[in-house]
């Protein structure tokens, strides 16, 4: 799906951490988008990128005997 309009200013990577989040109920082979905006101690907002992944398909069902 599209995604809103983006902007700011990009950040510095020297200065980026990790972090996880774990999706849930997400379709099988299906394109997802998502974006980074991080915010510093001050509240001011950074755009960082736009990003995609495709989810794997639907594991084949077991077969009968």
């Given at each position: 799906?599209?995604?809103?309009?983006?902007?700011?200013?990009?950040?510095?990577?020297?200065?980026?951490?990790?972090?996880?989040?774990?999706?849930?109920?997400?379709?099988?082979?299906?394109?997802y988008?998502?974006?980074?905006?991080?915010?510093?101690?001050?509240g001011?907002?950074?755009?960082?990128?736009?990003?995609?992944?495709?989810?794997?398909?639907?594991?084949?069902?077991?077969?009968?005997?």
């Amino acid at each position: 799906g599209a995604l809103g309009s983006g902007g700011g200013e990009r950040f510095s990577r020297a200065f980026a951490t990790n972090h996880r989040v774990e999706l849930t109920g997400l379709a099988p082979n299906t394109k997802y988008y998502f974006e980074v905006v991080v915010s510093d101690v001050q509240g001011a907002q950074a755009f960082d990128a736009y990003y995609s992944f495709t989810t794997p398909g639907a594991p084949d069902p077991p077969s009968g005997p």
